[in-house]
Nanobody, 123 residues
Framework: VQLQASGGGLVETGGSLRLSCAAS????????MYWFSQAPGKEREFIAG????????EYADSVKGRFTLSRDVAKVTVYLEMNNLKPEDSAVYYC?????????????????WGRGTLVTVSS
């Protein structure tokens, strides 16, 4: 399984970005996919997750109402729409996958990781 994340960049407070994660490999079409973030000096933390069909999502409290995770099943790609960005959202964002969707997932539950993409929100 390979995960390719893209879409990070520099944005002002209140701005928006869309991150993408394209997955490839055996059986990955049925995998649950997630986003985690890691700020300098901090632990990698859960941001959002989605099941394989896109019908079930979960978000960290810190991003509820601002971020939306969606999935293109045909393209095996997930999109994290990030709105009303704040300086505290600045971090490296990582795409991850596991065979099944599990509520309350943490980084140790993930089976596969992509390279991160940097999001910087200026104040």
């Amino acid at each position: 399984v390979q995960l390719q994340a893209s879409g990070g960049g520099l944005v002002e407070t209140g701005g928006s970005l869309r991150l993408s994660c394209a997955a490839s490999g055996s059986s990955v079409r049925t995998y649950a996919m997630y986003w985690f973030s890691q700020a300098p000096g901090k632990e990698r933390e859960f941001i959002a997750g989605i099941n394989w069909s896109g019908t079930n999502t979960e978000y960290a409290d810190s991003v509820k109402g601002r971020f939306t995770l969606s999935r293109d099943v045909a393209k095996v790609t997930v999109y994290l729409e990030m709105n009303n960005l704040k300086p505290e959202d600045s971090a490296v964002y990582y795409c991850a996958a596991r065979p099944t969707f599990r509520s309350g997932s943490v980084k140790d539950d993930m089976h596969h990781w992509g390279r991160g993409t940097l999001v910087t929100v200026s104040s």
